[in-house]
Structure formats: structure tokens, C-alpha cells
Nanobody, 125 residues
Framework: QVQLVESGGGLVQAGGSLRLSCTGS????????MAWFRQAPGKEREFVAGISRSGGSTFYADSVKGRFTISRDNAKNTVYLQMNSLKPEDTAVYYCAADRNGVGVRTGVRAYEYWGQGTQVTVSS
């Protein structure tokens, strides 16, 4: 089992940048593929970016490709989401999630067993 805590959200103007962090408890963080999801008001939770257990493989939603970068530091039990060129439509609560059983990166919400509490990202126009 792993507990996840996100940080780094906030209010930023369009075109700006933010870096989200997600730190996991326990000694088995490297066993999990990790991902970031987001949920805007009135919308379903959607996949944003994912990274394999070793960090060697990443995958992005088309809407963020070229603007967001996911990375991880297994020695620090932390996964990051660097968000550049932010747009108002990026406004949402961002969640990190852990997948114990995945091979590579999976994009479905149901693939992820553990979730953080979420951090709000608001992009003003």
C-alpha cells in the first residue's frame, strides 16, 4: 500500500508554469507506475500523463503533449509534473495515482489503485 500527497498547485496566469509534486510513503514506490489525472468541475476525471516504474517510458494526453513533462525520482519517492504554457482549460484539480500491476503506462482511471487528495490548479486568462 502507498499513500500519496500532492503539492505545488496554485493560481497562475495563462502562459505561465507550475510544477506539481507527489510524494509516496513506503519502501515500494518504485514498484508502481505513476500518473497524473485531472478533474474539472462538471467533467469526468481524465488522464494527463503517466510514467513507468523505472521512468523509462512516459505517455501524455494529446491536450498536454509538448507542454507538460512527467518525471520521477524513486530515491525520493516522488513524481513530478512540470506544466508550461498553461491555458485556462488546464484549470482543474490534479491527482496523482499509483498502479501496482501495470506493465508500462495505463490511461484508465480504474487501473490505478491509490490516489492522492488532489491539488487545485487555476489558470486565469
Amino acid at each position: 500500500q502507498v499513500q500519496l500527497v500532492e503539492s505545488g498547485g496554485g493560481l497562475v496566469q495563462a502562459g505561465g508554469s507550475l510544477r506539481l509534486s507527489c510524494t509516496g510513503s513506503g519502501r515500494t514506490f518504485s514498484y508502481y507506475a505513476m500518473a497524473w489525472f485531472r478533474q474539472a468541475p462538471g467533467k469526468e476525471r481524465e488522464f494527463v500523463a503517466g510514467i513507468s516504474r523505472s521512468g523509462g517510458s512516459t505517455f501524455y494526453a494529446d491536450s498536454v503533449k509538448g507542454r507538460f513533462t512527467i518525471s520521477r525520482d524513486n530515491a525520493k519517492n516522488t513524481v513530478y509534473l512540470q506544466m508550461n504554457s498553461l491555458k485556462p482549460e488546464d484549470t482543474a484539480v490534479y491527482y496523482c495515482a499509483a498502479d501496482r500491476n501495470g506493465v508500462g503506462v495505463r490511461t484508465g482511471v480504474r487501473a490505478y489503485e491509490y490516489w492522492g487528495q488532489g491539488t487545485q490548479v487555476t489558470v486565469s486568462s
